[in-house]
């Protein structure tokens, strides 16, 4: 009998194993009957004629039923689908996969491979001095409170926001403004199929009060007036391999309830998507990244926290050209944080296309307020950001807000593959480009044979030393050593963040196909901070960046 019973469970166990997960595309939707007006919500309509989208596009028809009950019949399991594709995504033996590979209706059936990459994870306790600078600081650096003095609050912005759980979000303080007014308008778990999202990884809960979450009167992020779709379609401490396709489908349903903003602080990577294949156009999500552009909503994504790690870069769906990609700053340097993912995309476009404190105070249940990192929370800062700005001129379209939001940030035009062009600034979309600022910080000294950069009198500022302490502090917890900083004092918590202006000389090197081979951030020690022999550069293009100043050269 314990024979019996072992290879019973050895057949059990090879079965379960040699199934693994498609894509099943299908040829067509003939025939299909679709009506727009009753399938989305006005607001996705609205946008739709915005945009000059079709309302009746091939992409929003559903897809064949009978084809849908022919792979039923056939597969192991089905585990959903998506319009946009006209596919199913499902798992199968290697005997079912030969019968649906058979079918006349089936166009491509694609195997699919990923893992999660989380860009990282009391509601009024006490909070110390340097958590009271760096909740301020994560505003400040992007000059918010322009915003909420100008009325600019995200309001009649619909934001969704894919990620893997929401917990306390229907019961803390920190959401009682979003939620007094009714604005969380629907909420899916794509993991379960129901609506309740309110449970599981409190990943989602930090991102939401980066975006919109209030502290007393104290913003944590800048859109605390817009409304919200809440979607679930991760498992922290089970993994499995129905992420990629459960946020194809959240993102379908943030474009049928009428989403402008998406967020997705989630990444993907594995061991057979290699770093070749981050070029916005292999990944799945990545094609619905962009697609999801072309009908209008922003996109916007975290770089990812691979910058110190093995893979490096960006994952999916970072590497989408038409998705907003958001990287990490050191709040304690004013620079890349170490484990920001790097750019640019496998076929050398820019990533990330901005960048925000990746050291945040957010909220998490059980902890309130706190300090925590990733770029997890760099992407939600950006996309409250983007509310408050689309608020300022709703007769922007999406890609315009987008190229917008980089024009604002602080280094642009200036930009590279660590920083992208920089933290955006509200007072870009808040005051007249005519009465902005305008100053020259260095100048460019040109002789026969040499080009020297000149820091000007007015602007020559010897900064502080940034210095980390990497050694444990006295009566510390062990498992906080690895995530302190350098503090004012070594018997508080009090911190002291870079402000916005610090005093780095930046400067790349472009090449003629229109990519960067370096780029360098230096500090400003000396006021001839640059020399370059013209001889050794034929052919190159320069562009510097000081304080608020930008100027390119091409060296002949």
């Known amino acids: 009998m314990r024979i019996v019973l072992i290879l019973f469970s050895f057949?059990?166990?090879?079965?379960?194993f040699s199934q693994e997960k498609y894509w099943v595309y299908l040829t067509d939707k003939e025939g299909v009957e679709f009506n727009p007006h009753t399938y989305f919500d006005q607001k996705a309509i609205n946008r739709r004629i915005k945009n000059n989208v079709p309302l009746n596009h091939i992409t929003d028809r559903p897809l064949r039923t009978d084809y849908q009950k022919k792979i039923t019949s056939i597969a192991e399991s089905i585990c959903g689908d998506t319009r946009w594709f006209n596919a199913i995504a499902c798992k199968l033996t290697p005997q079912q996969l030969i019968e649906i590979r058979k079918l006349t209706f089936v166009k491509e059936v694609a195997a699919m491979s990923t893992s999660t990459v989380f860009a990282d994870?009391?509601?009024?306790?006490?909070?110390?001095?340097?958590?009271?600078?760096?909740?301020e600081g994560q505003i400040a650096s992007m000059?918010?409170?322009?915003?909420?003095?100008?009325g600019l609050t995200g309001k009649g912005i619909r934001i969704c926001i894919i990620d893997a759980g929401f917990p306390n979000v229907n019961t803390s303080s920190i959401y009682k403004?979003?939620?007094?007014?009714?604005?969380?308008?629907?909420?899916?778990?794509?993991?379960?199929?129901?609506p309740d999202i309110y449970r599981y990884s409190s990943h989602g809960s930090t991102v939401l009060s980066c975006i919109a979450g209030k502290r007393n009167e104290i913003f944590i992020g800048l859109a605390i007036d817009s409304e919200f779709l809440l979607a679930r379609t991760e498992r922290i401490m089970y993994e499995g391999d129905s992420e990629e396709e459960d946020w194809l489908m959240a993102i379908e349903w943030a474009d049928k309830n009428g989403a402008d903003i998406v967020n997705s602080s989630l990444g993907y990577t594995s061991a057979r998507h290699f770093i070749e294949d981050m070029n916005?156009?292999?990944?799945?999500?990545?094609?619905?990244?962009?697609?999801?552009?072309?009908?209008?909503?922003?996109?916007?994504?975290?770089?990812?926290?691979?910058?110190?790690?093995?893979?490096?870069?960006?994952?999916?769906?970072?590497?989408?050209?038409?998705?907003?990609?958001?990287?990490?700053?050191?709040?304690?340097?004013?620079?890349?944080?170490?484990?920001?993912?790097?750019?640019?995309?496998?076929?050398?476009?820019?990533?990330?296309?901005?960048s925000a404190f990746g050291h945040v105070m957010g909220y998490s249940p059980g902890v309130g307020v706190?300090?925590?990192?990733?770029?997890?929370?760099?992407?939600?800062?950006?996309?409250?950001?983007?509310?408050?700005?689309?608020?300022?001129?709703?007769?922007?379209?999406?890609?315009?807000?987008?190229?917008?939001?980089?024009?604002?940030?602080?280094l642009h035009p200036y930009f590279d593959y660590a920083h992208g062009?920089?933290?955006?600034?509200?007072?870009?979309?808040?005051?007249?480009?005519?009465?902005?600022?305008?100053?020259?910080?260095?100048?460019?000294?040109?002789?026969?044979?040499?080009?020297?950069?000149?820091?000007?009198?007015?602007?020559?500022?010897?900064?502080?030393?940034?210095?980390?302490?990497?050694?444990?502090?006295?009566?510390?917890?062990?498992?906080?050593?690895?995530?302190?900083?350098?503090?004012?004092?070594?018997?508080?918590?009090?911190?002291?963040?870079?402000?916005?202006?610090?005093?780095?000389?930046?400067?790349?090197?472009?090449?003629?196909?229109?990519?960067?081979?370096?780029?360098?951030?230096?500090?400003?020690?000396?006021?001839?901070?640059?020399?370059?022999?013209?001889?050794?550069?034929?052919?190159?293009?320069?562009?510097?960046?000081?304080?608020?100043?930008?100027?390119?050269?091409?060296?002949?």
């Not at 939620?179 to 993991?191: A, E, M, P, V, Y």
Request: hydrophobic share 35%; charged share 25%.
């Open 280 to 354: 916005g156009e292999t990944c799945i999500i990545s094609k619905a990244g962009n697609l999801a552009a072309r009908k209008g909503m922003l996109v916007i994504n975290a770089a990812g926290n691979d910058g110190d790690g093995n893979w490096k870069y960006i994952g999916a769906p970072a590497d989408a050209d038409s998705v907003l990609s958001v990287g990490g700053i050191n709040p304690w340097t004013g620079l890349h944080t170490a484990f920001s993912s790097y750019g640019p995309t496998a076929d050398h476009r820019l990533k990330p296309n901005l």
């Open 11 to 16: 057949l059990l166990f090879n079965a379960n």
């Open 177 to 194: 403004h979003i939620r007094d007014n009714n604005r969380i308008l629907k909420t899916w778990d794509f993991k379960k199929n129901k």
């Open 143 to 150: 000059h918010g409170k322009q915003f909420t003095k100008n």
């Open 421 to 556: 062009y920089g933290i955006p600034q509200a007072t870009y979309f808040t005051e007249a480009l005519g009465e902005m600022e305008e100053m020259e910080t260095f100048t460019i000294d040109e002789s026969e044979s040499l080009i020297q950069i000149l820091i000007k009198d007015d602007y020559f500022t010897i900064e502080d030393k940034i210095v980390f302490d990497y050694f444990p502090y006295p009566f510390k917890k062990l498992y906080l050593i690895p995530w302190l900083h350098l503090q004012d004092s070594y018997s508080t918590l009090d911190s002291n963040i870079k402000k916005s202006g610090a005093g780095y000389f930046y400067y790349h090197i472009e090449n003629d196909a229109g990519y960067l081979d370096e780029y360098f951030v230096l500090s400003v020690y000396e006021k001839s901070i640059l020399r370059i022999r013209k001889s050794e550069n034929i052919g190159k293009t320069y562009r510097f960046h000081y304080k608020g100043t930008s100027k390119t050269i091409t060296i002949e």
């Open 121 to 135: 994870g009391n509601d009024y306790k006490e909070l110390h001095k340097g958590e009271y600078d760096l909740l």
């Open 370 to 410: 706190h300090e925590t990192q990733g770029t997890s929370f760099s992407s939600p800062l950006v996309a409250g950001f983007a509310a408050c700005a689309w608020q300022s001129d709703t007769s922007l379209t999406n890609m315009q807000l987008f190229k917008k939001l980089e024009e604002s940030a602080n």
